[in-house]
């Protein structure tokens, strides 16, 4: 890995914590690629949730 940023919207935290859970190295991408999460050595949320306005009060 040369520390190169990787950013997708295509999973989230609990996506990346199941595979974990069940040893899967490889996440599937939608276009066809895949990412090993063996070279994952940090992992940002592109988004944690979605909130409307009227929720924040």
Same mark, same amino acid.
């Given at each position: 890995m040369n520390?190169?940023?990787?950013?997708?919207?295509?999973?989230?935290?609990? @996506?990346i914590?199941?595979?974990l859970q069940? %040893?899967?190295r490889w996440l @599937?991408?939608?276009?066809?690629?895949?990412? %090993?999460?063996?070279?994952?050595?940090?992992?940002s949320p592109y988004k944690f949730y979605e909130v409307s306005r009227n929720d924040r009060a």
């Open positions: 520390g190169q940023t990787y950013k997708t919207p295509e999973f989230t935290v609990d @996506d914590y199941d595979a069940q %040893n899967k @599937d991408q939608e276009n066809g690629g895949a990412i %090993n999460l063996g070279y994952v050595v940090r992992y």
